[in-house]
């Protein structure tokens, strides 16, 4: 899974604040994928986007969570006034292609700690 | 409502024998399936995978095999190696028209020397 980057690698927020977490996918990707893991659960889709749109947002909680993917530039997982419950591992997958779901490769992950 | 369900959180075996993980699945609509191996502090690394329309696949140590009409799949590892001591999660797809993948709870794999 080289080429997929994330950062931060660890984010500390108070409650209330607002988390933004990037994602680079690998170098001619234009598919992303975001999952959340929770402790001790499996990764849970939350978003797939193409450059400029988003596809499918069905996992995604209806209110604070927010995604993009530009046309230039990282996609970013914003998360606004975030709650303890937000801390998770977040990881992004990227693929050359949709639907094509053993091409997705994942990123390091980036954790969030909400204090 | 957990679709994909890795029922074993935890497995150990002895180097050079076999390893078995499963996973079931609820929803008949899924078409590929995948397993992924994940060491801490990274993202998960796919590992082998199998289209509904075939019962085993095949990749070196790793044999994955399908059984739809008890909506189950297995994943084997032979013979097992310290190196494969990770969490394994399965991961299902196809319900929608989108990419995302359905993934289990994971289970953790201790190959011991």
């Known amino acids: 899974n080289a080429g997929v980057m994330q950062n931060p690698r660890h984010l500390v927020r108070r409650r209330g604040q607002e988390a933004r977490l990037r994602c680079s996918p690998v170098k001619g990707h234009s598919h992303v994928y975001w999952y959340r893991q929770l402790p001790e659960e499996g990764l849970k889709f939350m978003v797939y986007l193409q450059k400029e749109n988003i596809i499918d947002e069905s996992g995604m909680p209806k209110e604070r969570f927010s995604a993009e993917f530009p046309k230039e530039g990282p996609s970013i997982l914003r998360i606004q006034q975030v709650v303890r419950g937000d801390s998770a591992a977040y990881f992004c997958?990227?693929?050359?292609?949709?639907?094509?779901?053993?091409?997705?490769?994942f990123g390091p992950g980036t954790r969030l700690t909400v204090l | 409502d957990q679709q994909v369900k890795q029922n074993s959180p935890s497995l150990s075996v002895q180097e050079g024998r076999i390893s078995i993980l499963n996973c079931d699945y609820t929803n008949s609509m899924f078409d590929y399936f995948l397993w992924y191996k994940k060491y801490p502090a990274e993202g998960p690394t796919f590992l082998i995978s199998?289209?509904?329309?075939?019962d085993k696949n095949e990749d070196g140590r790793f044999t994955v095999f399908l059984n739809k009409s008890a909506k189950h799949l297995s994943l084997h590892i032979v013979p097992s190696q310290p190196g494969d001591s990770a969490v394994y999660f399965c991961?299902?797809?196809?319900?929608?028209?989108?990419?995302?993948?359905?993934f289990g709870q994971g289970t953790t794999l201790q190959v011991k020397p």
């Open positions: 997958a990227s693929s050359p292609r949709g639907l094509i779901y053993n091409e997705q490769f």
């Open positions: 991961a299902a797809a196809g319900s929608g028209n989108t990419g995302k993948l359905i």
């Open positions: 199998i289209s509904s329309i075939k």
